[in-house]
């Protein structure tokens, strides 16, 4: 089945800077990768994702690289602001039998400096 | 669209009883949803995945006489969790994928449900 492996677990960067997170996965066969952002007691939510066919996707301060033959990717978040300041999942599929399980990260915990 | 709605929030029971969470897509129809527990500061750990009209299949490790999942409906989920105990205290989250969407993996998660056991 997938493994995903997530670094760092916590990361601190001054407002304005940029903050790399980064995830391998395991399995060859995965097509879809999501980043998920989780505010302290509320639900994940999507905040950028990319399918295999392409090497980056970006969206105004967020991006996302994927690696296929190295088998990782990464979310780039730029100009960080105080409300970056979540825990970030990241996520590969996990298909088996037919059904699309998600596999997550350990998570990363943002803060971001004023 | 895409909306999960989750029912309780919040709930504080008694060792010994069982609880019951519900998980609605509210504006599609969800072929599939997903239960997850996540404990304070760890990940999402899948427990199972629920299909209409079929019996969920249990991750390894998590005891479905114990948590017990009913599929009713495209939009309705539950999760059950009998005879519940202190350890059983936990964040619930379900999460639905949309019928039809092509190529689609993405999930659509409930607000969650924040369940203590005294």
């Known amino acids: 089945g997938e493994n995903v492996e997530q670094h760092p677990s916590t990361l601190s960067v001054q407002e304005g800077d940029s903050a790399v997170i980064k995830c391998t996965y395991s399995?060859?066969?995965?097509?879809?990768f999501p980043w998920y952002k989780q505010e302290l007691g509320k639900r994940p939510q999507l905040i950028i994702d990319?399918?295999?066919?392409?090497g980056e996707k970006k969206d105004q301060r967020i991006a996302v690289t994927l690696n296929k033959t190295a088998k990782h990717f990464s979310l780039h978040i730029t100009e960080t602001q105080p409300e970056d300041s979540a825990v970030y999942f990241c996520a590969a599929p996990n298909i088996i039998q037919g059904a699309q399980k998600l596999v997550f990260g350990q998570g990363t915990r943002l803060t971001i400096n004023p | 669209g895409a909306v999960v709605s989750q029912h309780p929030s919040r709930v504080i029971c008694k060792s010994g009883t069982s609880v019951k969470i519900e998980c609605r897509s509210l504006?599609?129809?969800?072929?599939?949803m997903f239960w997850y527990r996540q404990f304070p500061k760890q990940s999402l750990m899948l427990m199972a995945t629920s299909n209409e009209g079929s019996k969920a299949t249990y991750e390894q490790g998590v005891e479905k006489d114990k948590f017990l999942i009913n599929h009713a409906s495209l939009t309705l989920s539950t999760l059950t969790v009998t005879s519940a105990h202190p350890e059983d205290s936990s964040f619930y989250i379900c999460s639905a994928t949309r019928q039809g969407l092509i190529a689609g993996n993405e999930q659509f998660f409930g607000p969650g449900t924040r369940l203590t056991v005294l």
């Open positions: 399995d060859s066969a995965s097509n879809y």
């Open positions: 990319i399918r295999s066919n392409v």
């Open positions: 504006d599609f129809q969800a072929t599939t």
